[in-house]
């Protein structure tokens, strides 16, 4: 089960968390498909931000215009906090 998401903006790739959030809410980085075609494609599992998920603890993941870097909140240092994933494009 996937929750939030967001697409860089050419739309060519899709950030994702998914369930289950009792377990920090994994995150999900896949390609977009020709539309209409194709489904979405190459899954890869990033990271798990070990957040609460409770409150405002909502892993929101989002991608930079280019698709290069992952945004997301967590509160797994007792603290809500937002982070960066490099590396991805």
């Not at 931000?49 to 909502?58: F, K, V, W």
């Amino acid at each position: 089960q996937f929750y939030h998401f967001a697409t860089d903006i050419a739309g060519m790739r899709l950030i994702s968390d998914a369930a289950p959030f009792d377990q920090g809410g994994p995150i999900y980085l896949g390609e977009l498909g020709t539309p209409g075609e194709e489904p979405i494609r190459n899954w890869r599992y990033l990271l798990n931000p070990r957040s609460s998920c409770g409150g405002d603890a909502h892993v929101h993941p989002f991608l930079s215009p280019d698709g290069k870097l992952g945004f997301f909140n967590s509160d797994e240092s007792g603290l809500l906090q937002a982070y960066l994933i490099r590396g991805l494009g």
